[in-house]
């Protein structure tokens, strides 16, 4: 019998927010997939490490070079040693923060899974952009309002973008997260935005105006900043 996939999204941070379905999953799975590519990876094998008892645990590697084929290279390894696995009848329980299916590693190696004609399930959690919101006690969009999802390191017509009708979360901050905050205020949107680093996690920081982070010590990878239009 061939095992099944599960890419099982553990939530923004706080262990509590780790769904019911998320936890039976993990613990009806015999190998549990854990990708180390950075600070994200490590918070959420620390979020599930306390239903990891008894587990095999793959450690899956992802590269994070510039160059789309080494990226490429490494999805296909980690790929491999999970159909490995799931040759031997083992179900596979890849863990990711936040959810699968926004800006997630996991999603890479399940199109290349499926593709050779396993099974595999998604298994949702909650974004890091809806506990932002509802940290800082607001809604993402309301009535006819429309939501667009930025990464905050998107290379090409960043300013066109900025300019589009409806509220924008801005994510996946990093060396470009500041340009991107100061054109935002430049357009009038200080107030309108509102910003979340290490939202649920331990430290988190909540700012309701984008001079109050500004003031603020540097928030780090785990920053969200929501625009709201029309606030």
């Known amino acids: ?88 009848g083992k179900d596979v329980a890849f863990i990711t923060l936040g959810d699968p299916t926004t800006y997630s590693t996991y999603m890479y190696v ?18 890091s952009y809806s506990a932002a919101a509802a940290a800082l006690g607001i809604a993402l969009c309301e009535g006819n309002e429309s939501l667009m999802i930025i990464p905050a390191r998107h290379e090409k017509n960043f300013e066109e973008i900025l300019e589009y009708s409806g509220n924008k979360v801005i994510m996946k901050s990093g060396a470009n997260l500041a340009q991107v905050l100061g054109s935002l205020k430049e357009r009038g949107y200080n107030k309108k ?8 996690m331990a430290g988190q920081q909540l700012f309701t105006s984008i001079e109050d982070y500004e003031n603020a010590p540097e928030g780090g990878y785990f920053t969200i900043a929501i625009v709201k239009e029309n606030e």
């Open 110 to 127: 399940h199109k290349i899974i499926v593709e050779k004609g396993y099974q595999a399930e998604i298994i949702p959690g909650i974004s």
């Open 193 to 200: 935005t509102k910003i979340a680093c290490g939202v649920t």
């Open 1 to 88: 019998m061939i095992g099944r996939l599960y890419g099982i999204g553990t939530g923004p941070g706080d262990p509590e927010l780790l769904t019911l379905k998320a936890i039976n999953t993990i613990q009806s799975c015999e190998v549990v997939a854990v990708p180390t590519t950075g600070e994200a990876e490590r918070v959420a094998y620390n979020i599930v490490e306390k239903y990891l008892a008894g587990k095999e645990l793959l450690e899956c590697r992802f590269s994070m070079d510039r160059e789309l084929a080494k990226r490429e290279e490494a999805r296909q390894v980690a790929a491999a040693g999970i159909i490995e696995q799931l040759d031997k």
